[in-house]
């Protein structure tokens, strides 16, 4: 059971280029979290899928899309990278449909944008 | 609307001394409250959660918070701080109007242990 997974732990682009972020778990959650985190700030939500087949913007959308390819997948792209999108990115998923549901984190992907 | 402030965003203790680290939340409503924990170059891992059973919530590791409505408050704490203690950590409030449980995390905290 390895829980969330992120590919790839770190990468280096430069302004402009575009890429995808990918996620999975194996714990037949419902609902799955995109976050970037940067110092001072605490983890800000980008996008979440409550159910397959559904995505909403959270706090800070701009600059991203995302793709819930199937109850496993969630996947956040960077269509045009920006120097401001530098940043730790967190992919995390709950069982869903409980406020009180527990999250769990991926080990993050470390993106430099030069 | 709901937030959560942490107070302090670097706290230093010795070994074996009391953790304290403070949270405020503001809520509308009655809220569920979090503290994650993030070990460098790690994610965040739950510690404790608050869902209006127990004001008083023990957690992993010997750390507990207690809930007080009228203070608004969700300090952490743990009687003797251990080295392996040093790590971020984070106070949460859960936003219970959403279709998920989309949560809303403070600033963090800092935690050093000096020996």
């Known amino acids: 059971n390895a829980g969330v997974t992120q590919t790839p732990k770190f990468q280096v682009l430069k302004t402009g280029q575009s890429m995808t972020l990918q996620c999975a778990q194996d714990?037949?959650?419902?609902?799955m979290y995109w976050y970037r985190q940067d110092p001072g700030m605490g983890l800000r939500l980008i996008y979440y899928?409550?159910?397959?087949?559904?995505?909403d913007k959270g706090e800070v959308p701009n600059g991203y899309n995302v793709s819930r390819l199937n109850k496993r997948e969630f996947s956040l792209r960077l269509e045009s990278a920006a120097p401001s999108q530098t940043s730790v990115y967190f992919c995390?998923?709950?069982?869903?449909?409980?406020?009180?549901?527990?999250?769990?984190f991926g080990p993050g992907t470390r993106l430099t944008v030069l | 609307a709901q937030s959560v402030t942490q107070l302090g965003s670097h706290v230093s203790v010795s070994e074996g001394a009391l953790v304290l680290l403070r949270c405020n939340y503001s809520?509308?409503?009655?809220?569920?409250l979090f503290w994650y924990v993030q070990y460098p170059n790690q994610g965040l891992q739950l510690l404790l959660k608050?869902?209006?059973?127990?004001?008083l919530v023990k957690g992993i590791n010997g750390f507990e918070a207690e809930f007080k409505k009228s203070e608004t408050s969700f300090h952490l704490t743990k009687p003797s701080a251990h080295m392996s203690d040093a790590a971020e950590y984070f106070c949460?409030?859960?936003?219970?109007?959403?279709?998920?449980?989309?949560?809303?995390f403070g600033s963090g905290t800092r935690l050093s242990i000096r020996p």
């Open positions: 995390a998923s709950t069982p869903g449909g409980s406020d009180t549901d527990t999250q769990y």
């Open positions: 714990m037949n959650h419902n609902s």
């Open positions: 899928s409550a159910s397959e087949g559904t995505t």
């Open positions: 809520s509308s409503v009655p809220p569920y």
């Open positions: 608050y869902t209006s059973a127990a004001t």
């Open positions: 949460a409030v859960s936003d219970r109007y959403s279709s998920a449980s989309k949560i809303i």
